[in-house]
């Protein structure tokens, strides 16, 4: 694949200009790694917090979809779209009301999402048994499979931190990584 031969000029020009704010990427990072570690040294507000950021998100969604079922020309389509964003919103406002309830359920979905897809990584994994490689990917189902089956048997009690740990290390992490670009983007 060729690149227009003033592909490479723009990348210099961002790289540049993404250089000259190294500093910047370092500050955001140490501020992630700070609301990181407050988040881990209270993990039940942080869980809290992260059902309030789930529960707008599907506040708004379901504001847009009732919105948009007033701009489709049927009125199926319309009721579909309607019953959608009535969902979506009444789903968003229980979180809002009950957060205890609401991180109880993301917990159990993300308990059966990580066990389906340690079972599926494990049958590909197999699946694919004589390349090279396969092993990496039953091992990687194993560990997320019983995470999974963890999350699961410590549910409904574990939903009051589980959610905050994984924003907690989502937010070192991201930081971490902020952190390194700005140091690589400095040299």
Same mark, same amino acid.
């Given at each position: 694949?060729?690149?227009?031969?003033?592909?490479?000029?723009? =990348?210099?020009?961002?790289?540049?200009?993404?250089?000259?704010?190294?500093?910047?990427?370092?500050?955001? /990072?140490?501020?992630?790694?700070?609301? /990181?570690?407050?988040?881990?040294? #209270?993990?039940?507000?942080?869980?809290?917090?992260?059902?309030?950021v789930?529960? $707008?998100?599907?506040?708004?969604?379901?504001?847009?979809? &009732?919105?948009?079922?007033?701009?489709?020309?049927?009125w199926? #389509?319309?009721?579909?779209?309607?019953?959608?964003? =009535?969902?979506?919103?009444?789903?968003?406002?229980?979180?809002?009301?009950?957060?205890?309830?609401?991180?109880?359920?993301?917990?159990?979905?993300?308990?059966?999402?990580?066990?389906? $897809?340690? &079972?599926?990584?494990?049958?590909?994994?197999?699946?694919?048994?004589?390349?090279?490689?396969?092993?990496w990917?039953?091992?990687?189902?194993?560990?997320?499979?019983?995470?999974?089956?963890?999350?699961?048997l410590?549910?409904?009690? #574990?939903?009051?931190?589980?959610?905050g740990?994984?924003?907690? &290390?989502?937010?070192?992490?991201?930081?971490?990584?902020?952190?390194?670009?700005?140091?690589?983007?400095?040299?």
């Amino acid at each position: 694949m060729t690149l227009p031969s003033e592909m490479p000029e723009v =990348l210099k020009d961002a790289i540049g200009d993404a250089r000259s704010k190294w500093g910047w990427f370092v500050a955001l /990072g140490v501020l992630l790694l700070i609301f /990181g570690g407050i988040a881990f040294g #209270n993990l039940f507000i942080a869980t809290v917090a992260s059902v309030y950021v789930v529960g $707008s998100l599907m506040l708004m969604a379901g504001v847009i979809e &009732i919105a948009h079922a007033f701009g489709v020309k049927s009125w199926s #389509n319309f009721f579909w779209w309607l019953g959608s964003g =009535l969902l979506y919103a009444i789903a968003g406002f229980l979180a809002f009301y009950n957060p205890l309830l609401a991180s109880a359920v993301l917990t159990f979905l993300l308990a059966v999402s990580l066990v389906a $897809s340690g &079972i599926l990584r494990l049958w590909l994994g197999f699946k694919s048994r004589p390349a090279a490689g396969w092993g990496w990917l039953v091992a990687a189902g194993v560990v997320t499979a019983l995470a999974g089956l963890i999350i699961a048997l410590g549910w409904p009690v #574990n939903s009051l931190w589980v959610l905050g740990m994984f924003l907690a &290390i989502d937010l070192i992490f991201q930081g971490w990584t902020f952190i390194a670009f700005g140091l690589a983007l400095r040299k």
